[in-house]
């Protein structure tokens, strides 16, 4: 049904692919190095103009505009979308951002869609209908599953919330110490979405960051679902779209263990 999203979303990563002036197009937002660039918001804007042409009653919610009207979520079909996760990945030059789209139609996911273009490569989940990445390049595709790995043989992912460094820094790095002095390693990319896809393919196994927005996390939220994954609230409470979160991911057994751990503040 959304099988047109991976196309445009291809079509607006030749706008990242171009880019070659990042550091001087770059913009501060509120908060701490939270970074936007012109190819932020040409990705966005062309997303959203080419995918309205096909969804026309949705509402867009992007990070980049001005009036999200998050509200609107629960009673509306809604496009979530983050045109470059991992901007600060992207000035520079590190080569860990993504694009990513889902669709929320009142306050369900429906279908989710994570675009790596520097691999080429599309995480992909439509609600009911299996999670799946497919590698441009090959021309292969493949299903997804979550690990089944317990807490203590975990690798875990997490984010540093850097945009609320001042109030999220020294929790975050706990966590993460105690964490790592629990489970078999951990690692810090700088995309969310990019890290939430890597559970739903096993690579991590579990992942948490402080402090998350809709666009965060909303596709890959789907993608890990499908893949037998689960993402909450650090609570264990489900996730919602409307505003900030604090989110755990994971195969079911590490999640479980990480909650009952009582390591996550």
């Known amino acids: ?120 490569r599309l995480y992909h989940a439509e609600r009911g209908g299996g999670a799946y990445v497919l590698d441009y390049r090959t021309g292969k595709e493949k299903k997804l599953q979550v690990s089944d790995r317990a807490l203590c043989d975990s690798l875990v992912g997490f984010g540093t919330s850097p945009y609320r460094r001042d109030e999220l820094g020294k929790v975050t790095f706990e966590t993460a110490y105690q964490l790592f002095m629990t489970c078999r390693d951990v690692r810090r990319s700088g995309s969310a979405a990019l890290d939430l896809c890597n559970i739903a393919t096993g690579a991590l196994d579990v992942f948490f960051e402080y402090s998350l927005l809709p666009w965060d996390y909303a596709a890959a939220s789907i993608i890990i679902k499908e893949a037998g994954g689960i ?24 999640h479980r263990q990480l909650i009952e751990s009582k390591i996550l503040k």
Do not use: W
């Open 1 to 120: 049904m959304y099988e047109f999203i991976p196309v445009i979303m291809r079509e607006a990563a030749s706008i990242m692919l171009s880019a070659h002036d990042t550091h001087f197009s770059m913009i501060s937002k509120e908060g701490q190095a939270n970074f936007v660039t012109r190819y932020d918001v040409a990705v966005e804007d062309f997303l959203t103009e080419k995918i309205i042409e096909k969804l026309p009653d949705a509402v867009v919610i992007g990070e980049e505009s001005d009036d999200n009207h998050t509200e609107l979520i629960s009673t509306r079909l809604c496009i979530i979308m983050d045109p470059i996760d991992g901007t600060t990945n992207f000035i520079h030059d590190y080569r860990y951002s993504a694009i990513s789209v889902g669709i929320c139609d009142r306050g369900q996911m429906v279908y989710g869609a994570v675009l790596d273009p520097y691999a080429d």
């Open 231 to 254: 993402i909450s609230c650090f609570d264990g409470s489900d996730i919602k779209f409307e505003g900030t979160l604090s989110v755990i991911a994971g195969n079911k057994l590490a």
